[in-house]
Antibody, heavy 121, light 111 residues
Framework: QVQLVQSGAEVKKPGASVKVSCNASGYTFTSYYLHWVRQAPGQGLEWMGVLNPNSGTTGWAQKFQGRITMTRDTSTSTVYMELSSLRSEDTAVYYC??????????????WGQGTLVTVSS | QSVLTQPPSVSGAPGQRVTISCTGGSSNIGAGYDVHWYQQLPGAAPKLLIYVNNNRPSGIPDRFSGSKSGTSASLAISGLQTEDEADYYCQSYDSSLSTYVFGPGTMVSVL
């Protein structure tokens, strides 16, 4: 069965970076895009970016320009999302989610369990 | 604030039917982009409920249905059950923002 398993919770200081991993299993890793979506406490969902595991190409929301880096390791079917220059507003649960498309269409059919990132001095 | 709007909450008695609206504009739903719906139970990750406007993934009961018309979409839950208490989010794409967008979410309560 399809599974997306994320790394554990992180506590970071303002200005630091965080790197969250998402290990995929149960399907052909390079056949689906992997998106990142975050949810601040008590808030809604916010799309951050997407990675094509086949080519390594990425796209992101303008809001995260210059702060987000997404990479992958095809040998372990793992994708990584690094967010830099953290501020308190980045405190959120970060999800990876699988999608058949990475451009301007498509749904997210499987989600990771989420990784809580807390930014606090 | 999101470019997609949803009512903050809806409620109904067990067995009743409730609907959740998702209203967008000319750069998202009205531009022809598909609408998808997710259910998020307390403390859990979102789960795909409806994709491409009105399709249910395998395992989703037919009590859940979706529709889309013009600049809006709707999610209907018939035969409401206590386990349906959750937050529900619509999702689409916005060409002006060049990003996937979510509605703010609707909390469904079963009275």
């Amino acid at each position: 069965q399809v599974q997306l398993v994320q790394s554990g919770a992180e506590v970071k200081k303002p200005g630091a970076s965080v790197k969250v991993s998402c290990n995929a299993s149960g399907y052909t890793f390079t056949s689906y895009y992997l998106h990142w979506v975050r949810q601040a406490p008590g808030q809604g969902l916010e799309w951050m970016g997407v990675l094509n595991p086949n080519s390594g190409t990425t796209g992101w929301a303008q809001k995260f320009q210059g702060r987000i880096t997404m990479t992958r390791d095809t040998s372990t079917s793992t994708v990584y999302m690094e967010l830099s220059s953290l501020r308190s507003e980045d405190t959120a649960v970060y999800y990876c989610a699988r999608g058949l498309y990475g451009g301007n269409r498509g749904e997210f059919d499987y989600w990771g369990q989420g990784t809580l990132v807390t930014v606090s001095s | 604030q999101s470019v997609l709007t949803q009512p903050p909450s809806v409620s109904g008695a067990p067995g009743q039917r409730v609907t959740i609206s998702c209203t967008g504009g000319s750069s998202n739903i009205g531009a022809g982009y598909d609408v998808h719906w997710y259910q998020q139970l307390p403390g859990a990750a979102p789960k795909l409920l409806i994709y491409v406007n009105n399709n249910r993934p395998s395992g989703i009961p037919d009590r859940f249905s979706g529709s889309k018309s013009g600049t809006s979409a709707s999610l209907a839950i018939s035969g409401l059950q206590t386990e349906d208490e959750a937050d529900y989010y619509c999702q689409s794409y916005d060409s002006s923002l060049s990003t996937y967008v979510f509605g703010p979410g609707t909390m469904v309560s079963v009275l």
